[in-house]
């Protein structure tokens, strides 16, 4: 099984689609984040991909969400996935 990481994100005014390398979308609300939800749609668009794709930054306003919160699960399943996924 392959663990879900962050490919790319697109935004429109209601949503963050998070594009996954497993082939999945996977949307929030906007609202979700004060910091996304009072910025412009420039701002919104700005984001930077972490290292190991894992987290998502949009510097402009200074937000981070990682993919844990993206998927709805523990950050320590997450992560503890992530350390027993076979090495390819």
């Not at 879900?4 to 689609?17: E, F, N």
């Amino acid at each position: 099984m392959t663990v879900p990481i962050i490919k790319h994100i697109r935004t429109d005014a209601r949503r963050l689609v998070f594009e996954l390398n497993d082939e999945r979308e996977v949307s929030l609300p906007i609202a979700m984040s004060s910091r996304l939800a009072g910025a412009t749609a420039a701002q919104r668009d700005h984001w930077t991909i972490g290292p190991m794709g894992i987290t998502a930054h949009w510097p402009d306003v200074d937000e981070d969400i990682a993919i844990w919160e993206v998927l709805g699960i523990a950050e320590d399943t997450y992560l503890r996935s992530l350390r027993e996924a076979p090495v390819s």
